[in-house]
T-cell receptor, first 119, second 116 residues
Framework: AQKITQTQPGMFVQEKEAVTLDCTYDTSDQSYGLFWYKQPSSGEMIFLIYQGSYDEQNATEGRYSLNFQKARKSANLVISASQLGDSAMYFCAMREGHISNFGNEKLTFGTGTRLTIIP | DTGVSQDPRHKITKRGQNVTFRCDPISEHNRLYWYRQTLGQGPEFLTYFQNEAQLEKSRLLSDRFSAERPKGSFSTLEIQRTEQGDSAMYLC??????????????FGPGTRLTVL
């Protein structure tokens, strides 16, 4: 089974509108972290936002917020007031496991959503 | 620029040749990671280092792949006897090595390998 599922291969959104990018995850661990990255056409993965499984509040970073629904195992990224520069691939990723310096350090990524902002 | 850097950015090689990529992490970061990304997919974990120690390797890292981080600073990823299936973007990331799950990985621009 896929650990990270992003069901929207592509989305088109009008500039200045809000957009929600879906992410569902699968884990049996109680401790895990969820990350969103942006990948422009240049290729570099840019960290956007983090949500820990024990965080009580939904994470926010500027125009980015995370709609975290633990019971549904979903961690959707919300971008408010979209801009042309938001056009990129967006990846959801998860780190599972026990909190330790030598635990499960790898990130598992979804297949991404290509977001295109229309002027 | 104090971000993660990778060299070269692009590499075209013939099948059977050896290639080596270099990654320079953010200077104060203890951990360094290698990922591979093929077209239309998200990055897949290959291996990671805590300082100079290689602590985890993916099953994706066949015997033809070797990674080193000799002095706990920069790292190299070598692929021997390249195959066409090795064509991909190779991404390097680094992190501070904080305890806990929030230890954020910061990525470099990647090296795009094309095997002819």
């Amino acid at each position: 089974a896929q650990k990270i599922t992003q069901t929207q291969p592509g989305m088109f959104v009008q500039e200045k509108e809000a957009v929600t990018l879906d992410c569902t995850y699968d884990t049996s661990d109680q401790s895990y972290g969820l990350f969103w990255y942006k990948q422009p056409s240049s290729g570099e993965m840019i960290f956007l936002i983090y949500q820990g499984s024990y965080d009580e509040q939904n994470a926010t970073e500027g125009r980015y917020s995370l709609n975290f629904q633990k019971a549904r195992k979903s961690a959707n990224l919300v971008i408010s007031a979209s801009q042309l520069g938001d056009s990129a691939m967006y990846f959801c990723a998860m780190r599972e496991g026990h909190i330790s310096n030598f635990g499960n350090e790898k990130l598992t990524f979804g297949t991404g959503t290509r977001l295109t902002i229309i002027p | 620029d104090t971000g993660v850097s990778q060299d070269p950015r692009h590499k075209i090689t013939k099948r059977g040749q050896n290639v080596t990529f270099r990654c320079d992490p953010i200077s104060e970061h203890n951990r360094l990671y290698w990922y591979r990304q093929t077209l239309g997919q998200g990055p897949e974990f290959l291996t990671y280092f805590q300082n100079e120690a290689q602590l985890e390797k993916s099953r994706l890292l066949s015997d033809r792949f070797s990674a080193e981080r000799p002095k706990g600073s920069f790292s190299t990823l070598e692929i021997q006897r390249t195959e066409q299936g090795d064509s991909a973007m190779y991404l390097c990331a680094s992190s501070l090595g904080l305890a806990g799950l929030k230890d954020t990985q910061y990525f470099g621009p990647g090296t795009r390998l094309t095997v002819l």
